[in-house]
């Protein structure tokens, strides 16, 4: 009752106000008539609607403004138009008229406007509008950024031949309407804010609250399939713990038909994630890296989903604290994962070739995991438009446009080859470093084979330069294309600064193979030698405490400048010439993989002491187990927990989204990988194990 007085009252206290539009500064009085006249003209069903709540509602204000007392508010005038009313106070406004709290995202009423009645539907709508603030003189207004940090509005790099106008630019304005429902198609919105504004504002998407959320057909087959296979692992295991129960077990062991039934056992493969024991050869560090560096990037990209909010400032000024830098520069976390992955990969060659030298490298492993990968993208088609409620229609991350690319193009991904599609393109954002790494692991037998050849077999001269070659070719590939490419595009050292806050281009470099060839290789290397000092082919001394502190130190000194050299560059106190960047982009590279394989030795040969006895726990075997599940889930994790808001993110600090948005997104993320992995990613694992 309140809050529709409060909405009668609006146009009395507005036509009460002297007002002449005369007083106007030229401005804004020109766009503004412009505007009228364009609008008065224009007649769709979309503009129709429009005029007729803003006939209504001036009717009201000027019937309002004759009233001498409460009574007269019954009025029909007045009345007729209350839903009018409700869809300018479902308006969206700044969060907060002080500078330090000004944002691009102005977000409205959603309940209100969603649940008027009038002669036609609302939709609460967000208008998704790139602004050229460089054509823009703040000066002439009065509006000074002194105290913005930088001094100005940042930039966002659309990079070369990409048009401006993109729907997944962090630096457009999303300002929320309540829209007649015809209005979500309507064209005519767009050209007539182009036309105001000069070109200066372009129109990327009108972006809808989508109330019904009618599912597609495709919805309905794909959770068929999933209950179907659930009904699969219930059968499994109750035929397995019957089977278990009255000792049948090894009398079905052997039965292709019973293996298969039982690989979707929910018993055994929980039995198989959760179990503590380990080979004694296991490099059993690793569960835990794998646990902090998936932390590290959940919490990279919560940061990322918390800024698109109502006060996105707020991330600039952390920057201003030295230690945020440890959660805003999270990029070395992506080179950890391709680091282990290239260790395990040559680990496991090379420990099978000291066993069987016949042994034959065959890159298989992606069948295992292409079952797991693919079905979640699935899931992700049929159930992200389910959710796309009011954060989804606010955000930057437009979750209907990834839709969109996953079903024109989810042949890319079934191929691995989508990292090379342009990001506003791509299928699922984080699926670029599973092509990456797949790439890397077909491309690994080059470098496997040529570390065999050049350091196991020693008699052949010609075999032993041509592999070494081979390793050099791929570090210098690497080298050579991150100094070309940051040269050629001009590519920042980092995607985000206080001076730019997105660059398109930085996937050239950020997404491609060659540029986390150097990571995965020094991953081939570790993992050479580690066998070969466990086998004993190399041998190595107990070093002594003075170079073990040594060890230590380098490596931490080195982590620790990759991580916090950019300090000031992230600030925008710093500009970074070519040559600098290109430094940063190959050291950081060699520099963290370096310090984490140190990191790995120590912990594989006894020379990390409590370090040790922490990282190698068995409470991180489960979770190392269930990394891969969790890392393909975390980012439809975060749109479902962001999704349960009827606001867009408040960002408050760097601490409150690390315990409001990473943490619950870490445990529901490592839930639902549970659930993956004991019903897709271990079951077509055996299945795959059991057809070769």
Request: hydrophobic share 45%.
């Amino acid at each position: 009752m309140k809050l529709l007085c409060i909405c009668l009252l609006l146009p009395l206290a507005a036509a009460q106000l002297p007002f002449n539009i005369f007083d106007i500064p030229p401005a804004l009085r020109n766009p503004l008539v412009l505007t009228a006249m364009e609008v008065a003209k224009t007649d769709t069903q979309c503009f129709r609607d429009i005029k007729s709540a803003f006939n209504q509602l001036l009717l009201a204000g000027l019937t309002a403004q004759k009233c001498k007392s409460l009574e007269c508010l019954k009025d029909e005038k007045i009345t007729n138009a209350t839903y009018a009313m409700k869809m300018l106070a479902s308006t969206g406004r700044p969060h907060s008229l002080y500078m330090d709290e000004m944002s691009v995202t102005f977000a409205g009423d959603p309940k209100l406007c969603m649940n008027i009645e009038g002669p036609f539907e609302t939709n609460y709508c967000y208008l998704h509008v790139n602004v050229d603030w460089s054509r823009i003189d703040f000066a002439s207004y009065g509006i000074s950024f002194d105290n913005l940090p930088g001094g100005k509005i940042p930039d966002f790099d659309f990079g070369q031949g990409h048009d401006r106008c993109s729907p997944i630019a962090t630096t457009n304005v999303k300002m929320a309407l309540c829209l007649p429902g015809s209005c979500e198609k309507d064209t005519d919105i767009g050209r007539i804010l182009h036309k105001i504004t000069n070109g200066t504002a372009h129109l990327c998407e009108i972006n809808c609250v989508d109330t019904k959320n009618e599912p597609t057909s495709f919805f309905y087959l794909f959770n068929v399939f999933l209950i179907g296979l659930l009904l699969i692992a219930v059968t499994a295991s109750i035929l397995d713990y019957i089977a278990t129960r009255k000792g049948m077990e090894a009398e079905l062991k052997g039965r292709t038909e019973w293996r298969l039934l039982t690989s979707f056992s929910v018993l055994r493969n929980t039995s198989d994630i959760f179990s503590i024991r380990t080979s004694g050869d296991s490099i059993a560090c690793l569960d835990a890296i794998r646990l902090i560096t998936f932390t590290w990037v959940v919490n990279g990209h919560a940061v990322m989903f918390s800024a698109d909010g109502d006060n996105g400032l707020q991330l600039m000024r952390e920057t201003d604290y030295f230690f945020s830098d440890i959660l805003l520069n999270a990029y070395p976390s992506v080179d950890t994962f391709f680091l282990v992955s290239g260790l395990l990969v040559s680990y496991v060659f090379f420990k099978r070739v000291h066993s069987n030298p016949e042994y034959v490298y065959a890159p298989m492993n992606w069948i295992i995991l292409t079952p797991s990968y693919m079905l979640f993208i699935a899931l992700y088609v049929a159930w992200t438009p389910q959710m796309h409620g009011i954060w989804a229609a606010g955000t930057a991350f437009n979750t209907t446009r990834f839709v969109e690319n996953c079903e024109n193009s989810w042949w890319m991904n079934a191929l691995y080859l989508n990292n090379f599609q342009e990001v506003d393109q791509i299928c699922y954002p984080i699926s670029w470093f599973l092509c990456v790494d797949t790439q890397l692991y077909w491309a690994a037998p080059l470098f496997l084979l040529a570390i065999y050849y050049s350091c196991m077999l020693l008699t052949n001269t010609y075999l032993h330069n041509s592999s070494r070659n081979n390793v050099m070719s791929g570090v210098l590939l690497s080298i050579g294309s991150t100094v070309f490419l940051t040269a050629y595009y001009d590519l920042p050292a980092l995607a985000f600064t206080v001076a730019t806050t997105g660059d398109f281009n930085f996937t050239k470099l950020y997404m491609k193979p060659w540029a986390r060839c150097i990571p995965y290789l020094v991953g081939i290397i570790s993992g050479y030698l580690i066998v070969q000092v466990r086998k004993q082919t190399i041998k190595i001394r107990q070093p002594k405490m003075w170079e073990l502190a040594v060890g230590w130190l380098l490596s931490t000194i080195v982590a620790l400048t990759v991580i916090f050299s950019v300090y000031d560059y992230l600030r925008g106190q710093s500009e970074w010439s070519v040559a600098v960047r290109s430094f940063y982009g190959v050291f950081s590279r060699i520099g963290w993989s370096a310090a984490v394989a140190w990191v790995v030795f120590a912990c594989t040969f006894n020379w990390a002491g409590p370090v040790k006895s922490l990282l190698e726990h068995p409470l991180w075997y489960p979770l190392g187990r269930l990394s891969y599940c969790a890392f393909l889930a975390h980012w439809f994790t975060l749109q479902i927990i962001l999704s349960g808001s009827d606001r867009p993110p408040h960002f408050v600090s760097l601490l409150h989204t690390c315990l409001t948005v990473t943490v619950p997104v870490v445990f529901l993320s490592y839930a639902i990988a549970y659930f993956w992995s004991c019903l897709v990613e271990i079951p077509f694992g055996k299945i795959e194990g059991i057809a070769i």
